[in-house]
């Protein structure tokens, strides 16, 4: 099972984690990105997150799909956030059900860093000093954590 959604409202983390919650799993992972009141030393007030949705929805159900079929993990489901979002606000979740706690951190971790690769999601932040400026993610997604790339990360 997976499920991938782009919401303009907040969503409940009890709606997102429900079916997650699977007798067959031995592992829960979770990931929550939440909008933060500093980035690079400049006081944030709130951001802004613009996307396109029917690119997105279509991207964020195909590396779901991929996590599912890479981890053997029994369920997957992640949620990004649009529009104005508040210090604090919940921008994005990941949540991973498997059989072994190892594939679901190994596809929660996989998830994230393809959501900010490939999520035509853009953001905005606003700054407490100055005007809005739209946020450059330049990021080093390759984690270089020992494990290599993410590979076929399937557990026996």
């Not at 709606?15 to 992972?29: D, I, Q």
Request: negative net charge.
């Amino acid at each position: 099972m997976s499920s991938f959604l782009i919401s303009a409202e907040p969503v409940s983390l009890d709606t997102l984690r429900a079916p997650l919650l699977l007798s067959s799993a031995g592992g829960y992972c979770s990931f929550e990105g939440w909008v933060r009141e500093t980035n690079d030393g400049r006081a944030v007030s709130g951001l802004d997150y613009v996307s396109y949705l029917p690119l997105a929805q279509s991207e964020g159900e195909r590396i779901l799909a991929e996590a599912h079929a890479r981890f053997a993990v029994s369920a997957v489901a992640a949620m990004h956030r649009t529009g104005y979002l508040a210090i604090g606000d919940l921008a994005v979740w990941i949540g991973v059900s498997a059989p072994h706690r190892d594939a679901a951190f190994r596809a929660c971790r996989f998830i994230i860093d393809e959501i900010k690769k490939r999520l035509p999601v853009w953001k905005k932040e606003h700054y407490l000093d100055g005007e809005a400026e739209w946020v450059a993610c330049h990021h080093d997604h390759d984690h270089h954590d020992g494990h290599g790339d993410h590979g076929d990360e399937r557990m026996s």
